[in-house]
Nanobody, 122 residues
Framework: VQLQASGGGLVQAGGSLKLSCAASGPIFSLNRMAWYRQAPGKQRELVAGIMYEGKRNYGDSVKGRFTISRDNAKNTVYLQMDSLKPEDTAIYFC?????????????????WGQGTQVTVSS
């Protein structure tokens, strides 16, 4: 089971980007899905998280600008980023609490995607 993130890129301040992260493999269920980011020289921080039933939470720095959503049928989480600022520049990582089949057994694991670069120019 793996997470594949896409949608990063270079955008001017005030612009928008939409990130996607799809989970693939023998998935039984995905509980919480989330986006984190890590800027150079800084610790990884939570951007936004969403539970299976849709309950959301956001980091303080992105509230009102970013929107997290998910499509449970597609095992995909999205991050719509609007009003981007240079300080949003970071590598964005998707994260999911996954339960999946390993042979005939179910295994639960906290999965991370490979990261996608978001650069916001001033």
């Amino acid at each position: 089971v793996q997470l594949q993130a896409s949608g990063g890129g270079l955008v001017q301040a005030g612009g928008s980007l939409k990130l996607s992260c799809a989970a693939s493999g023998p998935i039984f269920s995905l509980n919480r899905m989330a986006w984190y980011r890590q800027a150079p020289g800084k610790q990884r921080e939570l951007v936004a998280g969403i539970m299976y039933e849709g309950k959301r939470n956001y980091g303080d720095s992105v509230k009102g600008r970013f929107t997290i959503s998910r499509d449970n049928a597609k095992n995909t989480v999205y991050l719509q980023m609007d009003s981007l600022k240079p300080e949003d520049t970071a590598i964005y990582f998707c994260n999911a609490g996954a339960t999946y089949y390993s042979g005939s057994h179910l295994t639960s694991e906290n999965l991370w995607g490979q990261g996608t670069q978001v650069t916001v120019s001033s």
